[in-house]
């Protein structure tokens, strides 16, 4: 699904540009100009339209918000890190060496 599908599906749960704009605490013409000219919902009102329609936070704004922090922000279980993520930590996992605090917070 593409943002603006999505966002077109979220005006829907909401009742229309008005309800979404309600939810988001915004005009209606704010609404207007995401869905008209950035084709997308803005990155300050996403999590709050995600969480008011359904709509996953990932088809909102996927530059934003990926699958796996998604995830994370919706109290479901962390599947981990990501497999690049993982191949890049056992590259470094032979020369990485773990400091000790001192008081001041500065090994």
């Not at 005009?27 to 008209?36: D, E, F, G, I």
């Amino acid at each position: 699904m593409s943002p603006t599908e999505a966002l077109h599906s979220a005006l829907a749960a909401a009742g229309g540009q008005s309800g979404l704009a309600r939810i988001c605490g915004v005009s209606q013409t704010a609404v207007w100009k995401w869905l008209r000219q950035a084709g997308q919902i803005s990155a300050e009102h996403c999590i709050t339209a995600a969480e008011a329609t359904g709509v996953s936070a990932h088809d909102l704004r996927p530059d934003i918000y990926p699958r796996s922090k998604v995830r994370f922000l919706s109290g479901e279980p962390n599947p981990g890190p990501e497999p690049i993520s993982a191949a890049v930590a056992a590259g470094y996992g032979k020369s990485a060496t773990i400091l000790p605090l001192t008081a001041g917070g500065r090994a």
